[in-house]
Antibody, heavy 119, light 110 residues
Framework: QVQLVESGGGVVQPGRSLRLSCAASGFTFSTYGVHWVRQAPGKGLEWVAV????????YYADSVKGRFTISRDNSKNTLFLQMSSLRADDTALYYC????????????WGQGTLVTVSS | QSALTQPASVSGSPGQSITISCTGT?????????VSWYQQYPDKAPKLLIYEVSNRPSGVSNRFSGSKSGNTASLTISGLQTEDEADYYC??????????FGGGTRLTVL
């Protein structure tokens, strides 16, 4: 079955960097687009970024553009999110999620990794 | 990239039907049939309920249905059950190849 397991979250000071990882299994990772979606405590879902199956296309939410970089390593079935210049409003549970086959629709989600930006 | 607009809360009694609206623009909901709906319980990951406006993944109850008219999509839950009490989010593909979520709707089953 599809599994997406995020890691790398933690407490980080404002202005610092952090890299999240997402280990994928149970499907052919190299053939699906994958996303990062976040949810601030007590708030709604916010789409963050998507990367195409082969890494050639990347798109970002305006709120993270220029600060976050999405990437993937298909040889290791792993998705990454490099976050820099972190701010307090980046504090959230970060989910890794995959697209449905041949459709720009998120169908499976991980359980999330918590990032807290605080001094 | 403004969020899609959903009502903050809706409520209904067991057995009743409710509809949650999701309003976007001609650059997202109005432009594509790539609207999806998710159900989220507290401290759990979201679950896909509806994809491509009105399609249900295998295993999702047929009490859940979706539709779209112009820039507004809707999720209808019929025969409300207490287990349906959760948060619901809509999502759309956009003209800039990004995605956008609605603000979420808290469903209370009275």
């Amino acid at each position: 079955q599809v599994q997406l397991v995020e890691s790398g979250g933690g407490v980080v000071q404002p202005g610092r960097s952090l890299r999240l990882s997402c280990a994928a299994s149970g499907f052919t990772f190299s053939t699906y687009g994958v996303h990062w979606v976040r949810q601030a405590p007590g708030k709604g879902l916010e789409w963050v970024a998507v990367i195409s199956y082969d890494g050639s296309d990347k798109y970002y939410a305006d709120s993270v553009k220029g600060r976050f970089t999405i990437s993937r390593d298909n040889s290791k079935n792993t998705l990454f999110l490099q976050m820099s210049s972190l701010r307090a409003d980046d504090t959230a549970l970060y989910y890794c999620a995959k697209d449905r086959e041949r459709s720009p629709t998120i169908d499976y989600w991980g359980q999330g990794t918590l990032v807290t930006v605080s001094s | 990239q403004s969020a899609l607009t959903q009502p903050a809360s809706v409520s209904g009694s067991p057995g009743q039907s409710i509809t949650i609206s999701c309003t976007g623009t001609s650059s997202d909901i109005g432009a594509y049939n790539y609207v999806s709906w998710y159900q989220q319980y507290p401290d759990k990951a979201p679950k896909l309920l509806i994809y491509e406006v009105s399609n249900r993944p295998s295993g999702v109850s047929n009490r859940f249905s979706g539709s779209k008219s112009g820039n507004t999509a809707s999720l209808t839950i019929s025969g409300l059950q207490t287990e349906d009490e959760a948060d619901y989010y809509c999502n759309s593909y956009t003209a800039s190849s990004s995605r956008v979520f609605g603000g979420g709707t808290r469903l209370t089953v009275l």
